[in-house]
T-cell receptor
C-alpha cells in the first residue's frame, strides 16, 4: 500500500534530449508528489512537486505530468544537460497520515555531452 | 543560512558495537526526520520528530534503533549491537513545522559501514 514504483532504473540521454522518468503508486491516499534530485555524496534536494488536482506542472526545463486515474506520474527534463546527471527519486505523501515521504527506488540519469 | 548538517560523515564500526549519529537541522525547523538509504535504493523513513517528541517512529526496524531530540533541535540516532545489515547512508531532513506538503531539506548523510 505504501509502495511507489519507479522506472527506469537507469537512463542515458544525449545532451539536448528529453529525459523521462515514470512512477506509479498504489495508495490512493497519497496526495502530494515531489521529485528529488540527488548528486553523489549529497542528500536529496527537492526539484519540483505536484498535487493531484492538476495534471501538469512546469518549472523551467522540468515538468511533472500526473494521471490520477492511472495512479501514475512522470518527470520530463527538456533540453537535458550534463549538469542534470544525477539520481532522481519520485516520492509521495499523504495529508491524512504519515508526514514522511515514501520514495521510489531512484533513476540514475546520465546526460552525455 | 546553514543547511542540515550531519556528523560524522562516515562511520566504520564492528558488528556488535554501539553507534551514535548526529543531526543538526536548519535553525527554527521544528520537524525532523530520519531516513535510511541503502545502496541503489531510495530513502526509507525511520522516525519523525515534532519538537522534542517522536510523533511517528513506525519506520524503526527493531528495538536496536532509537532516536532522541531532547531540546527540539539537534537529534541523535542511536544503534545498539550493530549488524552488517545496518550498513547504509543515514539521512536526516528537517522542515519548518512538519506541515502537509512542506519541503523537507536533507543533510548529506552519514555513511555507516558495519564490518
Amino acid at each position: 500500500q505504501q509502495q511507489v514504483k519507479q522506472s527506469p532504473q537507469s537512463l542515458i540521454v544525449q545532451k539536448g534530449g528529453i529525459s523521462i522518468i515514470n512512477c506509479a503508486y498504489e495508495n490512493t491516499a497519497f496526495d502530494y508528489f515531489p521529485w528529488y534530485q540527488q548528486f553523489p555524496g549529497k542528500g536529496p534536494a527537492l526539484l519540483i512537486a505536484i498535487r493531484p488536482d492538476v495534471s501538469e506542472k512546469k518549472e523551467g526545463r522540468f515538468t511533472i505530468s500526473f494521471n490520477k486515474s492511472a495512479k501514475q506520474f512522470s518527470l520530463h527534463i527538456m533540453d537535458s544537460q550534463p549538469g542534470d546527471s544525477a539520481t532522481y527519486f519520485c516520492a509521495a505523501s499523504t495529508s491524512t497520515g504519515r508526514r514522511a515521504l515514501t520514495f521510489g527506488s531512484g533513476t540514475r540519469l546520465q546526460v552525455q555531452p | 543560512g546553514a543547511g542540515v548538517s550531519q556528523t560524522p560523515s562516515n562511520k566504520v564500526t564492528e558488528k556488535g558495537k554501539y553507534v551514535e549519529l548526529r543531526c543538526d537541522p536548519i535553525s527554527g525547523h521544528t520537524a525532523l526526520y530520519w531516513y535510511r538509504q541503502s545502496l541503489g535504493q531510495g530513502p526509507e523513513f525511520l522516525i519523525y520528530f515534532q519538537g522534542t517528541g517522536a510523533a511517528d517512529d513506525s519506520g524503526l526496524p527493531n528495538d536496536r534503533f532509537f532516536a532522541v531530540r531532547p531540546e527540539g533541535s539537534v537529534s541523535t540516532l542511536k544503534i545498539q549491537r550493530t549488524e552488517r545489515g545496518d550498513s547504509a547512508v543515514y539521512l536526516c531532513a528537517s522542515s519548518l513545522v512538519g506541515g502537509y506538503q512542506e519541503t523537507q531539506y536533507f543533510g548529506p548523510g552519514t555513511r555507516l559501514l558495519v564490518l
